[in-house]
């Protein structure tokens, strides 16, 4: 890898400190392994997202069934990189309240009220099982999720710099569960499908050993801020919006909104334009992962799916009709259907260079 690309800019970090960092994030991804077998895209996700944070965004949802690694995955990530870390287990009874705080005896009183700081106040907040929540309960999420910050009594408080929801939801056609919401999807940046192991992988889940391991502290809090916030202003900022990466991520945005399996009243809807942000958030955080200078179109297009599946339904007749159910027309699962009409945007977009 060349480590002396970057020099182009007037950085506050040099050539040498970037490379060590991209090195200590390929040693955080080999200590995450220890525990985590397979899963790559999944903690390729979250620290990206971690990356993030600076810019406000960096919450991640993940869909799978229960016993895929999810929760494992997230705790594992939290330890390695030394963050706070707290499970909030999807439940009906969940008030919006329950996130803010508990009346215990111990803590502080706030306005007469015995405060003991509820499970929003941390580095990482897993949701576990988000869609066993009720909408009045997401509702609570999204003051969150969108401003790091909560209010109690009519008083602000803030989050923090380093804080992630990662949430789990179980598939739609579980028993038990609501659908998340569309607002509170929007402020999710990647939706993430974790997929049953393959032949290898489970072999390897199944023999292993079940003892948890010692994990080593390879990241401090201060230093993710501290790169977070250099990533942002080096990369996410010098994409203005006549750049060829903003172009094609519009383009992007424009087809999915125009896609003929995709009409008002036929239960589609539109890509948000917050996914768009935040595809162009990712996409500086994989470029500088990358040892890139500038963003690349590959770098925009390995995180468009995830960006866009979450705020992007589709019509399940009209996507049928237009072919994309293949020989399994409605057998086809309406996540497949929607990631195939993604791909097939994506590989019907070029990425011009502003100068042709």
Do not use: C
Request: charged share 25%; net charge neutral.
């Amino acid at each position: 890898m060349n480590t002396h690309i970057l020099s182009k800019r007037n950085l506050s970090f040099t050539d040498e400190e970037a490379e060590d960092f991209r090195q200590k994030v390929l040693k955080i991804k080999e200590e995450v392994h220890k525990e985590i077998i397979g899963l790559d895209e999944s903690i390729e996700g979250l620290i990206v997202a971690l990356l993030a944070g600076y810019s406000g965004r960096g919450h991640v949802i993940f869909e799978a069934a229960p016993g895929r690694g999810k929760t494992l995955l997230i705790n594992v990530l939290a330890r390695v990189m030394d963050l706070k870390f707290k499970r909030l287990q999807g439940t009906p009874d969940w008030e919006p309240s329950d996130l803010l705080y508990s009346q215990k005896v111990e803590g502080k009183t706030i306005h007469g009220i015995v405060f003991s700081e509820g499970p929003i106040f941390t580095n990482i907040l897993l949701a576990d099982e988000l869609n066993r929540n009720t909408q009045k309960f997401q509702a609570g999420l999204l003051d969150a999720l969108e401003e790091k910050m909560v209010t109690f009594e009519n008083e602000p408080r803030n989050l923090g710099p380093i804080f992630h929801v990662f949430a789990t939801q179980n598939p739609i056609e579980t028993a038990g569960t609501y659908g998340v919401s569309e607002a509170l999807m929007d402020r999710f940046m990647f939706k993430i499908f974790v997929g049953f192991p393959t032949t290898e992988e489970l072999r390897q889940i199944i023999a292993r050993d079940q003892v948890p391991k010692k994990l080593n502290v390879l990241l401090a809090p201060a230093e993710l801020t501290k790169w977070s916030k250099l990533i942002y202003e080096n990369y996410t900022l010098n994409l203005k919006p006549n750049s060829t990466p903003v172009r094609y991520i519009a383009d992007i945005t424009e087809r999915a909104y125009y896609h003929p399996a995709k009409k008002e009243g036929e239960g589609g809807e539109s890509p948000s334009v917050r996914a768009g942000e935040d595809l162009k958030i990712a996409a500086g955080v994989e470029a500088f992962l990358g040892g890139r200078d500038k963003v690349s179109q590959q770098d925009v297009k390995k995180w468009i799916i995830p960006a866009f599946r979450g705020r992007y339904a589709i019509s399940k007749r009209l996507a049928i009709e237009f072919g994309y159910g293949g020989e399994k027309g409605e057998k086809s699962h309406l996540n497949h259907l929607t990631d195939s009409v993604l791909a097939d945007i994506i590989n019907n977009t070029p990425f011009v260079p502003k100068e042709v």
